[in-house]
């Protein structure tokens, strides 16, 4: 699949998400300033893994702006009698709805706004959530999922410790329920001023 497509994509939404959300950039700063004290250093992966806040807003950007509607099509090679109620005749084309999923009501505590609490517990301790599946599952998972993760990980991280994401001098900040539909689901096109951090 168009893997850096997907990785680079990802990380455009996760800027635009955020410059509708300045709280949540700022308490995402707050936290890299926390931890790593030099803003110029590089920070190490392992390191980025222990920020709950920033974890928890990673995994929120691919819940509520999904770069694949879908996962590729998969077959079903045997008679499923009982699957969840349903009968799933051998043959059976099937794509797993990552939208869907994504903004199914009954799983999610905020399902219709950006919102990374949807991956913290009450004491702010970020949790994986099986219903988020951006990567699928099974022996057809992407196999790409470490290296996209390693790669959105240091990007957002290193990039947000230096850096505050403003609008532009226009202003003009588009909506995130315009995306442009393609194989990737990318965002409208949209310009940033970044202004480096005093600490
Ligand atoms: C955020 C980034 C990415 C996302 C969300 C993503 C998501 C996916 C999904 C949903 C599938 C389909 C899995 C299925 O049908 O069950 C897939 C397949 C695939 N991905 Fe990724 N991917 C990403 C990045 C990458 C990267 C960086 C690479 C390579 C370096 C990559 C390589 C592949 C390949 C080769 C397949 C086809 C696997 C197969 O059919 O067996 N992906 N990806």
Known sequence: MAGHETTTTTLSWAILNLLHKPDVQEKVYEELLNEFSERDQIIPLNDILK?????????????????????????????VENLRGYKIPKGTRMFPQF?????????WKYTNEFNPDNFLDEKGVFQKNQNLTPF????????????????????????????????????IVPPLDKPQVGFVVGNPFFEVRLKKRGK
């Open 136 to 171: 699928s599952i099974g022996l057809r998972a992407c196999p790409g999922e470490n290296i996209a993760k390693m790669e959105m990980y240091l990007v957002f991280a290193n990039l947000f410790r230096r850096f505050k994401i403003c609008p532009p001098k226009s202003g």
């Open 99 to 107: 939208f869907l999923m994504n903004k199914d009501p009954k799983v």
């Open 51 to 79: 920020c709950n806040y920033l974890m928890a807003t990673i995994h929120e950007v691919q819940r509520f702006t999904p770069v694949l509607f879908s996962a590729i099509d998969h077959t079903a090679n045997v008679d």
